[in-house]
């Protein structure tokens, strides 16, 4: 693989490091992750916070990753970014960016990959911004941290970028010297966003972006981001455990449950054939404002605890098809349809499901 | 002939002072007071289920307050079961209505285990007759709530239960005192998706065990949708669309209303519909627009939007809505 | 049973709160002996240092031997039981005196932080003069003042010392009055003093213990910086009062590095104790000193193809 930079001009939003990979005959997937896994060290014993999760994007594609609290989904996007706590250790797997293994790198070239290739949106964003200098000073912070490997970059041509990214997002670049405790939640927000396109990304993980925020402007921001991604060609990683946004925004669907993948399908495939008993259970859980008839579902128990972990399948407890076989033995992930992927024995195996037994 | 209303609404309103500077007082004229709630009116049947809607600064917590009697109205009057709230002295006014708030982590003091929390109301209004009664109460009040065995429950403290066994703590703590109303401030945005049906699911049951009323605060209209019998939307400090749950989602006449609908998140990707994404965001409660006080977002404001604030059209069946482009169906 | 078992709770986090913080399991200990020695005094002391002895003049600043393993003052006294005794009215004078300093800073910060208003702004300034009034030139006064008595002593670092212990409980009252559960406990009828009664003071407690640990250790320096000026109760020993004798008494032309060492030596021992002790109490009562997981500056460099060892014990 050989590495040549080439520099396009002066113009931050046109610099760009370009590697050539040799072997490129196919468009392989922008980013391949294979068997990834996490885990903690805790007074309490080892966390098994993440295990074996592999998934791919191409791109301008977005991929909804969903779970309910605790169930591994930050985990995988910090360990995605190398950004875990002290405490953290990746154990296994790959995670492929453009061919190139991101785990096996040294930490200077991560630096570089970071913000540059993939950026991310951190959760309760809006009140991640320093709130003693100003959103430009922020945005223009990150551009001449990440943006730029050797040249100079004068004030003017950041200035301009700095502008460039406001207006993408929709602030007035009048505001960019205005602090953040002059901004309104949904402003922030946007804010952020910008802050994570600075130095124009391959990928964007946005970990729950819309958490905390009314309605009207979850719609604002969801919008912008669907309009970014196609001007910008982004791929968007959409970490929720809001399903309906993921219906509305993501191409593929990754469902996890206790530190594993449950399933992985296409979103027309994951809402209309879920195959997952928790996958439907969860579906069933979610409201949907146009049909109102139904009653909700509750799913009994709760999630597993990541110290003392069954031997079987997470989801055995709290499932109301399991079997014998699920207590003892992890199901493996496997694609049981073109492109749908599920870790179930009874899917996997085409077992019939007791008549007395029920899923939504 | 209708019931009395478990609690009845008339023209609320409440106006906070702003405390200017000096010299700013004297310079400009215009707002002294931020009218978070103003000239609001609904009732509560027995045993109905009413969900507050809007966003943030429509004045929905506002108006919890000022039912729980932590703020105090500056018009308009309170009635429960029919009587003037301000004839009773705080004490009396919390035994009618209790509240279930947002965040389970932090409604609970970490350092007193269930049972204290739960009896804790009984303690403050002296209603225990003798430990044994006092027993007997906070076990049916958990019971109600959902937690059974009631007794292994005692002594635990609030980090040792999950998120949804603390908001049922909460609830059992404010069904202790038996009240007639049961005030729920997004009680459920804060819990994970599959507990929240538990939740939902109990303060349903509640209205049959107990024959509670639920004014139910959210600005998720999603779970409204499924829960709740009459919705009531807030905009401004102005309810500006009400009526039963059915015709409101299906039916809405409030431009604001139809907007809100149409962007609210469906768990269905093939369904293509037309979103009304408002521009902006909602206005800072100290400028009021003059007319409509949703005209400047409004898709559909004609020339009138701005001077006429709009009385309440009411349409079929109990549903009002305050537009001037609605024509009555009466 | 439910007591029980939460105090039982409470102390496993306590306990590891010290496994991770050694310094202050240290001081825990070194406090403990300190206070040992100061009880056990008359066992422990060889000789009693208020005793009236005859001395010859070979007596005086004479150095450490077997009798006297530190040797002897200027009155020929064994400066080690003089240390042993001393020990007493140092600790007494600083655990009182803190003891005062708490119950008023606290009240004062409970009712400026709870009550608010007018009130409590003027409590709070009067806080802010005594915090800015540099400690010994007042408290010389107030000595010289009211006489040179231990009860005077301790009163007079006792009322100097409260402010800062005013200023911490007032904050953290602040705080825990605008949490939830305060807010529910008001939805539900209780008046102000079922709240501060259940609510603010349990939470308030733990820090307040945290800032009392380190106002004893202010408090012990005070008393010995007062007693090395002179100002101390001349009836009692203490470790400032053999200081100030020492001191006065040409100890260091003597040569008699005893008689100022050791007493000096104790007081940093308690001054420190009391340091490493505090520093970690308010490590544990205060979650928010705890360093974020993102701000530590060694990043994982992940090392995939090693699967690192679980440790033992699950």
Known sequence: MKFNPRRLGNDPASIALDWRIDNMSSPAPLLEVKNLSTHFLTDDGVMHAVEDVSFTLDRGQSLGLVGESGCGKTTTMLALMRLLPPNGRIVKGQVLLEGRDLLRLPDSEMQRVRWSKISLIFQGAMNALNPVRTVGDQIAESIRRHGLVGGRLDNHALDQRVRQLLDMVGIASSRQDQYPHQYSGGMRQRAMIAMALACTPDVVIADEPTTALDVMIQAQILDLLQKLQRELGLAVILITHDLAVVAEMCDRVLVMYGGKVAEYADVDAIYNEPLHPYTRLLLAAFPDLTQPEGKLVAIPGYPPRLHALPAGCRFEPRCPVRIGKCVTADPPLREVKPGHWVACHLVTEQLPIHPTTSLP | MNPTPVLEITRLRKHFPISRGLLASFRRRSAHSVHAVDDISFQVQPGEILALVGESGCGKTTTAKLLMGLEQPSGGTIHFCGQDVATFDLKQMRRQIQMVFQDPYESLNPRMTVFEIVAEPLNVHHLARSREDRIDRVKRALKDAGLKPAESYFNRLPHELSGGQRQRVVIAAALVLEPTVLLADEPVSMLDVSIRAEILNLLTELRQTRGISVLFITHDLGTVAYFADRIAVMYLGRIVEIGPARDVLSNPQHPYTKALLSVVPVPNPRLRRERIILQGETPNPIDLPGGCRFHPRCPVAIEQCRQIDPPYVELSNSHRAACLLIESVL | ?314
């Open chain 3, 1 to 314: 049973m439910n007591r029980f078992s939460r105090w039982r709770g409470g102390f496993k986090n306590f306990w590891r709160a010290f496994r991770h913080n050694r310094l202050g399991l240290l001081g825990l200990i070194m406090l403990a002996a300190a206070i040992v020695i100061a009880v056990f005094a008359p066992l422990i002391a060889p000789t009693d240092p208020y005793a009236r002895v005859r001395v010859k003049v070979e007596d005086i600043y004479a150095p450490p031997s077997a009798a006297h393993p530190f040797g002897t003052d200027d009155a020929g006294k064994d400066v080690l039981s003089a240390f042993i005794y001393g020990s007493r009215v140092s600790l007494i004078v600083g655990f009182a005196a803190s003891l005062i300093s708490l119950f008023v800073g606290g009240a004062v910060g409970l009712i400026a932080g709870f009550y608010g208003g007018r009130l409590g702004n003027f409590l709070m300034r009067i806080n802010d003069i005594f915090l800015v009034i540099p400690f010994l030139p007042l408290a010389i006064v107030l000595v010289a003042l009211l006489g040179q008595s231990l009860i005077n002593i301790i009163l007079v670092i006792g009322l100097l010392g409260w402010s800062s212990t005013a200023r911490l409980v007032r904050s953290q009252v602040l705080s825990v009055k605008e949490r939830q559960f305060v807010t529910r406990a008001r939805a539900i009828g209780a008046g102000n003093l079922h709240i501060i009664w259940h609510h603010i003071l349990p939470l308030v407690l733990p820090l307040l213990l945290a800032n009392t640990v380190l106002i004893i250790s202010l408090s012990i320096l005070a008393e010995s910086s007062l007693a090395f000026l002179g100002l101390g109760d001349p009836t009692v020993i203490s470790w400032g009062s053999m200081l100030n004798f020492a001191f006065t008494r040409s100890a260091m032309s003597a040569g008699a590095w005893w008689a100022l060492v050791l007493p000096g030596l104790g007081i940093v021992w308690v001054v420190l104790a009391c340091t490493l002790l505090g520093n970690v109490l308010e490590e544990i009562f205060n979650p928010r000193l705890k360093a974020h997981h993102l701000s530590s500056t060694d990043k994982m460099v992940a090392i995939p193809n090693e699967i690192q060892p679980a440790p033992s014990g699950k």
